[in-house]
């Protein structure tokens, strides 16, 4: 195995850092109602790429919400799905992770979750193990990594799902269904990273830089559902990244699921003192 620095910039491919948090599982295996709701629907279906463009502006206007999240991929001839819950401040940019990662195939080993914390440019894990003493953060500079932390820490920052959207290229308004009890509209189409970082805000432009360079193709197949205020309740994005090892091409789908919004948030960023310093191994 080999060693690197806790504090140490990083440009390590999403395969391998992704597989860092598997790695024990690896080696076993804006508002409006009535008449207006029905004006919002034609407005979509009639130009859906510029509804999805702005619906992070939605989620800024929104505040707040709690998020679940989920991440599945395929290793070793093995299915494994990485699930995540927390709360997440959009006009701050800042939000918290409970991650849990599966068990081991037999089912034998219970991994602890790790607590992630979400900033703009960077990400921070407690009880990321590989050596780490449980109460110190590690803490990665997105801006390094190969994916952007698209699908680094297991879980997408959900501002990060919903500014990728910001590079819509190509949508169709599928139609209404319901998401967790909300009426939604579907979308599904296709986003290009590049261009989501050209418009994307301050904080996401340089972590969606890199992943337009970091994965396979900077093409994004998504699908998206949005309540009758624009914001959105659920997407699903389909990322594709190259494995550094066997240079094969890893796809991970990736689902965030948004609700509560206006939920208290109150998200406290590490002190430099609590963010170890050490060796971390991989």
């Known amino acids: 195995m080999t060693q690197r620095q806790g504090q140490h910039r990083r440009t390590v491919g999403g395969a391998v850092v992704v597989a860092g948090l598997v790695a024990c599982v690896c080696a076993g295996a804006g508002g409006c109602s009535g008449s207006g709701a029905a004006v919002e629907d034609a407005r979509a279906a009639g130009n859906p790429v510029e509804t999805l463009r702005h619906a992070a502006d939605r989620l800024v206007a929104a505040g707040t919400s709690k998020a679940r999240t989920s991440m599945e991929m395929a290793t070793g001839g093995t299915r494994v799905t990485i699930r995540g819950q927390g709360v997440y401040d959009y006009r701050k940019q800042l939000g918290r992770l409970r991650v849990v990662l599966p068990q081991d195939p037999a089912g034998a080993t219970e991994h602890r979750p790790i607590t992630e914390l979400l900033a703009p440019g960077a990400l921070f894990m407690k009880h990321r193990g590989a050596g780490v003493p449980d109460d110190k953060w590690v803490r990665v500079e997105t801006a390094t990594l190969s994916d952007g932390n698209l699908v680094t820490g297991g879980a997408t920052d959900p501002f990060a799902a919903a500014e990728l959207l910001r590079g819509t290229r190509t949508a169709t308004y599928v139609g209404e269904t319901e998401v967790a009890g909300a009426e939604v509209r579907h979308y599904r189409g296709t986003a290009d990273l590049a261009e989501a970082a050209q418009d994307a805000s301050e904080g996401g432009r340089k972590s969606l830089s890199a992943a337009a360079r970091g994965f396979a193709t900077a093409r994004v197949p998504f699908d998206v559902y949005l309540d009758d205020q624009g914001r959105i309740r659920k997407v699903r994005h389909r990322f594709s990244f190259v494995n550094g090892q066997h240079r094969s091409a890893v796809a991970v789908a990736s689902t965030t699921l948004l609700y509560d919004f206006g939920a208290s948030v109150d998200v ?14 991989e």
């Open 268 to 281: 406290r960023l590490p002190e430099s003192g609590d963010i170890y310093a050490g060796r971390i191994a």
